[in-house]
């Protein structure tokens, strides 16, 4: 910590939070948001008189509140930046300014105010780390009702010799050393009804470390662990697990069912030892509740603002699982820690640190060769009419619709999704490595034979297709007539490859591709929902069922929904007979002639 | 491994194009035709060479596909394997070294979506194997050159979230002369793992 405070080459920024991203890898344009701190941390020299002067007495965050704090603080004392904190919400201001005037070097500051910090950079790393468990949900365990019911964090604050009690273990309702303490494992892991359904990674070790340092605290100690299964999996960690176990640890293998307060401010335990099969009862005179760990409270935001995938557990999804385990599927972004799931110390260095490495591996050239899949506009075909412009999510597009200026396409900030070929009217903008014709001849090829039988889908690369992908990886079934043809996002399917595929006998069509809010180009699917709800209205227009095209939005972690879509489309295909496919191909060639003859006529 | 070479023919725009179908050991083979799949692309108008191939991305894999190319005077090439979002830039840079320009590639499916996902029908996913390869032939034949562009980049790197590893992350590129900017939500960095008193499987302390 104290070496990241001191390096020249790092810059830091606390209190502070990522507010808009724009550009792309190799050139990020990144605007912070940095709330003012009120103290000058430069100047700060930790000297605390202003903490020991203020009036105002809050809970201490750091220690889960079993302390308190003032409303000038350091947050503990090893924090980095060594500086104090105003929070201005709780002070009283200036009617009381008594940290003002014993501040020898002037540093607080009532007047800051917050600021935006613009940073360029080259490449990001999303380390945004996890949110404990919230237990109030499972209240069966008492945790909102009992004091001597703790979390593991609260519990690390009180074994700490920096914490509340100086590392002296006792319990907070009456400040007694317990002689008893049980752990439940698993609250909010591991379970369907509450919480989250994964493993956490760390609780089974975090307990196992606990129980050896109440033993050490006191070797007469009854510690009692109440799991479902113990992990210790890791280098080192059986070890660590047999030595508890040896110092006299008991491990009871069943979750209690409730937890009753005694009057002596213990604790009664029911639980089911699935060992014996018999319900059993254990006085304990404290519990700690072994958390699960959740996603960061921002993760959301983030990945809308970075156009990064999630997890169905709300963790940043990977690019790969095993060959490129902190890559996003976004060029130029890492994740490193909890923040691409549940891990411990040693994993979450080990991705700083390969994050790093694919970091440097990125920017060490100092130059970035540009993916050519971008569009082109045909200038003698454009009517300047605008709409390329309007869809394009990156304002890559730049047309004056006033003076008929054709359309021009900035490549560098292009990203290839091919929105403004599919809304282009005038088919004046060729989407290179996509192009109508390439896709055509996959419709054309895909349909050729036994047309009827087929389900024709378009995938987007990031989610729907690297769906499938997954499904592939699970091994689920799904109907072997599916055949899919990749673009890069949803937004690339024409109404004419809808239209066309029709035309030649398609029974249905699925097009399908990211999540509204995670499109992998910011938004460019509204414009796919938009196009597709058009194109079944016409259909509905025709005579043809619009329930013969599909929109569906698969991440690139439902491979089980899109299985299960397909089994769906097969469905919808059956009921789609060989007259019905006839009929709609000469509904849609009458309409090809009258085109060609209005043409014609013009 | 059966050579399938097809009499030397070339399309209508004069593309010669090879088609590789890998066996991934067994994870195509186990359910995939794949002899019967490369036999199904020959004499299809520009393809010029078909054959099935035990592990197409393997180093005496590409060597084959890069012989291939250089002695059949092939310019575009179609390879039904994995996942093109697994491997398409290992056959992107094959084509390079073969002196072909990268996106005159085309991947099919046959892994992810085919052979492991039909696994209890071995003759349809032979037939849709068949298919999505005719497909890739028919994208092929139509794609054309691109050429990548090089531009700048700032050597900086944003690191958001300043517990165990972020930090960790900015150490390492600062250590390696990058500039590192970190963005922290609370007023101090450290993360949960400063909040830790001792840490397993050591013992040690945390901060």
């Known amino acids: ?71 000038v603080y350091i947050p503990f004392p090893q924090a980095v930046p060594s500086s104090y904190v105003v929070n201005m919400n709780e002070c009283m201001g200036r009617g009381c ?52 019911v703790v979390t593991s964090l609260e519990f690390e604050r009180l074994v700490n010799a920096g914490g509340p009690t100086k590392g002296d273990v006792i319990r907070p309702k009456d400040r007694k050393h317990p002689e008893s303490v049980g752990f439940i494992q698993c609250v909010g892991s591991r379970s369907k009804k509450k919480g989250g359904e994964y493993c956490s990674n760390v609780c089974c070790m975090n307990t196992i470390k606990s129980s050896l340092v109440l033993k050490e605290h006191n070797p007469d100690i009854s510690v009692k662990v109440f799991y479902m299964d113990i992990r210790a999996f890791g280098k080192g960690f059986e070890e660590l697990y047999n030595r508890s176990r040896r110092s006299g640890v008991q491990y009871l293998r069943g979750l209690p069912g409730s937890v009753e307060e005694l009057d002596n401010g213990s604790m009664r335990v029911a639980v089911e030892n699935t060992a014996t099969g018999r319900i059993e009862f254990h006085d ?5 509740l072994a958390l699960g760990i959740k996603p960061s409270n921002g993760t959301r935001k983030l990945q809308e603002m970075l156009g ?23 060029r130029g972004i890492f994740y490193a820690g909890c923040a691409e799931g549940p891990k411990d110390i040693k994993e979450s260095v080990t991705q700083g640190t390969a994050a790093a490495a694919r970091a440097v591996r990125l920017m060490h050239k100092g130059a970035i060769t ?56 005038f088919g004046s903008i060729v989407m290179n490595h996509f192009t109508d014709e390439q896709i055509l001849s996959q419709v054309d090829t895909m349909l050729g034979e036994n047309a009827m039988d087929k389900i024709l889908t378009f995938a987007c690369n990031w989610c729907s297709y690297a769906g499938a992908d997954y499904a592939g990886v699970s091994r689920l079934q799904y109907p072997p007539n599916a055949r899919l043809i990749r673009t890069m996002c949803s937004g690339r399917v024409d109404e004419k490859f809808i239209w066309h595929a029709f035309e030649k006998g398609a029974p249905v069509v699925l097009v399908s591709g990211c999540h509204i809010g995670d499109c992998h180009y910011i938004d460019a699917n509204h414009w796919t929902r938009k196009r597709i709800e058009k ?42 007979s060989t007259e019905e496919i006839a009929e709609t191909a000469k509904i849609l060639a009458k309409k090809d002639q009258k085109t060609t003859r209005e043409s014609g006529h013009a | 491994m059966s050579l399938n070479i097809a009499p030397e023919t070339s399309c209508e725009n004069g593309a010669r194009i090879g088609v590789y179908v890998c066996r991934c050991g067994l994870n195509i083979a186990q359910t995939v035709d794949c002899e019967k799949v490369a036999q199904s692309a020959k004499g299809i108008d520009g393809v010029v060479m078909a054959k099935d191939i035990a592990y197409a991305c393997s180093e005496p894999g590409q060597m084959e596909i890069r012989e291939d190319i250089r002695e059949h005077d092939l310019d575009r090439i179609v390879v039904g394997s994995c996942s093109p979002r697994l491997h398409e830039i290992t056959f992107r840079r094959m084509m390079h070294q073969a002196g072909l320009n990268p996106y005159l590639l085309e ?11 039909h696994m209890k029908e071995p003759a349809a996913a032979t037939l849709k194997a068949e298919d999505l390869i005719k497909m890739s032939i028919s994208r092929v034949r139509l794609l054309y050159p691109l050429y990548e562009e090089t531009i700048p980049l700032t050597k900086r790197t944003l690191v958001i979230g300043a517990g165990v590893a972020g930090i960790q992350a900015a150490l ?36």
């Open chain 2, 172 to 207: 390492d590129l600062a250590d390696s002369g990058y500039e590192v900017v970190m963005v922290e939500k609370s007023p101090s960095i450290g993360g949960t793992m400063a909040q830790l008193d001792k840490t397993f499987p050591t013992m040690d302390c945390s901060i």
């Open chain 1, 1 to 71: 910590m104290a070496d990241a405070g001191r390096h020249p080459n790092i810059t830091i920024h606390t209190l502070s939070e990522v507010v808009d991203v724009k550009g792309y890898v190799g050139n990020f344009n990144v605007r912070v948001l940095k709330k003012a701190r009120y103290v000058d941390e430069k100047q700060c020299t930790s000297c605390g008189e202003c903490s020991n002067v203020c009036p105002v007495v809050f809970p201490d965050e750091f220690n889960m509140g079993l302390s308190s704090r003032k409303a």
């Open chain 1, 370 to 425: 540009s993916e050519p899949i971008t569009s082109m506009v045909i200038e003698s075909q454009c009517k300047s009419c605008g709409i390329c412009a309007e869809v394009c999510p990156y304002n890559a597009i730049s047309v004056d619709v006033k003076k008929k200026i054709p359309a021009k396409v900035n490549t560098a900030a292009c990203a290839g999704c091919g929105t403004c070929a599919a809304e282009c009217q």
């Open chain 2, 107 to 117: 991947m099919a499916n046959l892994r992810e979506q085919c052979s492991w996902v």
């Open chain 1, 308 to 330: 990064l995938q999630l997890n169905p557990d709300g963790f940043y999804l990977e690019a790969h699982p095993k060959l490129q385990p902190v890559d996003a599927a976004t």
């Open chain 1, 284 to 288: 304990l005179d404290m519990l700690v």
């Open chain 1, 97 to 148: 300014s008594k940290c003002l005037e014993v501040c020898d070097k002037k540093c607080i500051q009532f007047h800051m105010s917050d600021e935006t910090i613009n940073v360029k950079a080259g490449s990001i790393i999303v380390a945004t780390g996890l949110e404990p468990y919230d237990p109030r949900e499972m209240d069966e365990y008492g945790y909102t009702r009992f004091e001597n």
């Open chain 1, 535 to 576: 194109v079944r209205k016409k259909m509905a227009k025709k005579g043809i069922r619009p329930e013969r095209l599909q929109l569906e939005w698969i991440s690139a972690a439902e491979g089980v929904r899109f299985s299960n879509v397909m089994a769906d489309m097969e469905k919808l295909r059956q009921k789609v």
